[in-house]
């Protein structure tokens, strides 16, 4: 059977987010890094194509995500889904609206939606402002992103800047009477000459609602809330089965640990809450900067931890650090070097022995990620919302390596410590 739904995400990260929302939803999920050469794997009811393009320039997002689109359609796909953060990472240039746009035009259609709602994480949408908790976004702790402050919490006119499209509001007077009347406000914007439009959401419930409008639209565009409601269209269909093994793993075993490069305020309070049980090492980006080969001792000193605690190596640090740190070394630079510093002493503490690895932060993610060469991933069961364990796609004969990808804005404060127990 052809794969029902496509997704294309803009981190990795973000992409198992949606991936875990998907299996929840009863629906076989793979996540595959970047644009894969093979066919499609077995088995599996969604395919999440994982890109690092959240920072890059527009146009290389555009390319990328039409490269991914592409496959996707060779892959038989039904429905389309572009996936972002559920902060609606970006800037005035983009990248949501240049990509989203461009794979509409790709897909010959004249309307989409963008909803990065997702209760369960905080994450709300009323008159098309985008709260996290109680607090406007502009006024949370994404204002001082360092690659993508967020310092306007009106996505109609946030994305208006990113696109030539009209954008609209489909708001929770339509949203809360549920599905049909959010479809007619749907046809309302069309008429309008809208070809984009911001969703309001407060509840799962408004999620599934809006899911079931979207039947049959060729595009979604949104966080993984709006993946609550998508699966169960499919299965009206006929064409989705039950799913009660869908998060199924293979067993992994090894020893474990924790790699953060997140310097979100969630990510900084699981930081410090492991800090006071396990043994952990920090990165000074200053010291990298300086030339100091900082891996052999991170490895060294983790090789005399490992067999006895799961071990915890960070480089998260408070804004103002974060602030003084690229000022004197460059945005961009401060960030490469403790990704590659990071994605290194992954690969090494694979080859100790760990087999079972948390890594905090998309960009750190997307650094491991590709350091191990990890191809693709199967989603198993979730650890909390947004955030599954999965299992690397492995040849025969070779054995899988779990891995928890979290954004930095996710999880509880003792995420780091309670993962393991979500393990098959």
């Known amino acids: 059977m052809a794969v029902l739904l496509g997704c294309i995400a803009d981190d990795f990260t973000g992409g198992t987010d949606l991936a875990g929302m998907l299996v929840k939803a009863g629906m076989r999920t793979v996540q595959l890094i970047g644009v894969p050469d093979g066919p499609v794997p077995e088995d599996v009811d969604a395919v999440v194509i994982a890109l690092k393009s959240r920072t890059n320039p527009a146009e290389e997002a555009v390319a990328e995500s039409l490269a991914a689109l592409r496959w996707l359609q060779q892959a038989g796909c039904r429905q389309f889904y572009f996936k972002y953060c559920s902060t609606f990472d970006s800037t005035p240039r983009g990248n949501i609206g240049p990509v989203a746009q461009a794979l509409m035009a790709a897909l010959d259609t004249s309307f989409t939606i963008a909803c990065p709602a997702f209760p369960a994480n905080g994450r709300t949408i009323y008159k098309g402002n985008l709260f996290v908790g109680d607090t406007l976004l502009s006024e949370s702790g994404m204002r001082n992103h360092p690659l993508t402050p967020m310092t306007d919490s009106n996505l109609v006119r946030v994305l208006q800047q990113q696109t030539t499209q ?70 009206r269909q006929g064409l989705l089965a039950g799913g009660a093994a869908a998060s199924a793993l293979p067993a992994t075993g090894g020893l474990r640990a924790v790699i953060s490069g997140s310097c979100s305020v969630a990510t900084q309070k699981q930081v410090a809450w492991m ?23 991170v490895l060294d000193w983790a090789g005399s931890h490992l067999h006895k605690h799961p ?47 948390i890594v905090a932060g ?45 954004s930095g804005n996710f999880g509880t404060e003792d995420f780091f410590t309670k993962a393991w127990s979500a393990l098959p």
């Open 311 to 357: 071990v915890l190596v960070y480089a998260t640090a408070a804004p103002e650090t974060v602030r003084q740190v690229q000022a004197e070394l460059g945005v961009e630079q401060a960030g490469s070097m403790v990704e590659e510093a990071l994605a290194s002493i992954a690969r090494g503490l694979v080859e100790l022995g760990v087999g079972q690895m």
């Open 275 to 297: 800090r006071k049980s396990h043994p952990s090492f920090h990165i000074d980006p200053l010291r990298l900067a300086r030339g100091e080969d900082v891996v052999p001792a």
């Open 166 to 235: 009209q954008v609209g509001l489909v708001d929770y007077a339509h949203v809360g009477q549920g599905a049909t009347a959010i479809a007619a406000r749907f046809a309302v914007l069309r008429e309008q000459g809208c070809g984009m439009a911001i969703v309001d959401a407060l509840t799962n419930a408004d999620l599934e609602a809006i899911g079931e409008a979207c039947a049959g639209m060729p595009l979604v565009t949104g966080g993984s809330g709006i993946a609550l409601g998508l699966p169960q269209n499919f299965r």
């Open 362 to 406: 998309g960009e750190t993610s997307g650094a491991v990620v590709k350091a191990l060469g990890v191809q693709g991933l199967r989603i198993g069961p979730e650890i909390d919302p947004g955030v599954p364990w999965t299992a690397t796609l492995s040849d025969a004969g070779t054995a899988p390596l779990a891995l928890a990808l979290k």
